[in-house]
């Protein structure tokens, strides 16, 4: 399919992507859409965050996995890929989610000391402390029980957080769950099951529908070949 000509401006499209698994994991899903990036974007130990592709309209950047949300929303990036999490967590109507990529599978869990699970009911809770790097997702997790969350934001190690007395529960993303058990925890509750998604900034859909429309298509072209 080939690519529509660029914008009046000639601005090229930049695609955010994540550092990372899910980076390794898009590998075919790019290769199925005809994108390949420069061969530096999948050295960890190159200091470049763009890079150009085999298509002078488009260009990749490697960010943060939560970063490529704000990158979206904010109009830095018209297209890119992160997991479902950083979406419940970033809630913003500035993007928009077309497609399901389905992978990174993963899911957004309570967990806390196997020690503590199941000796009270949650239910009877009117307050809880919880390790988290998503508080947004937490707070309205417990909210949505009447329960208060008073969150220690975290961005690591918060499996540390129930035996150190920090919080009686974390709010985590979890894929096998061995982390929480080499650190006595279990998983209590699932929030929400996680995978990564297409995404898209909602203005540049609606100002340059054909390079974007372009590019979703392409996106739905990579995950058939690489089914």
Avoid at 136 to 142: C, D, Q, S, T, W
Avoid at 147 to 158: E, F, K, P, R, S
Avoid at 198 to 215: F, S, Y
Wanted: aromatic letters at 4%; hydrophobic letters at 45%.
């Amino acid at each position: 399919m080939p690519a529509p000509a660029l914008g009046r401006a000639g601005r090229t499209l930049v695609l955010a992507l994540p550092k990372g698994r899910i980076l390794k994991e898009l590998g075919p899903v790019l290769r199925g859409a005809g994108i390949e990036p420069a061969a530096d974007m999948h050295d960890e130990d190159s200091r470049r965050l763009r890079f150009e592709t085999n298509h002078p309209e488009l260009d990749v950047v490697r960010v943060r996995p939560f970063d490529v949300a704000a990158f979206v929303a904010h109009g830095g990036a018209q297209i890119g890929v992160c997991g479902g999490d950083v979406l419940m967590e970033y809630d913003t109507g500035q993007i928009y989610a077309p497609l399901d990529l389905g992978i990174g599978a993963c899911r957004v869990s309570v967990a806390e000391a196997a020690a503590t699970a199941g000796t009270d009911d949650p239910a009877r809770w009117s307050r809880v402390a919880v390790a988290t790097k998503y508080p947004n997702i937490a707070r309205r997790h417990y909210a949505a029980r009447g329960i208060q969350a008073d969150i220690v934001h975290l961005n690591g190690a918060m499996e540390l957080a129930p035996s150190l007395g920090l919080a009686r529960v974390i709010v985590d993303l979890v894929q096998t769950g061995s982390t929480l058990r080499a650190n006595g925890l279990v998983e209590t509750e699932v929030i929400a099951p996680v995978t990564s998604r297409l995404i898209v900034n909602r203005t540049a859909l609606k100002t340059r529908p054909e390079e974007i429309g372009h590019w979703i298509a392409r996106f739905r072209e990579g995950l058939a070949c690489s089914a």
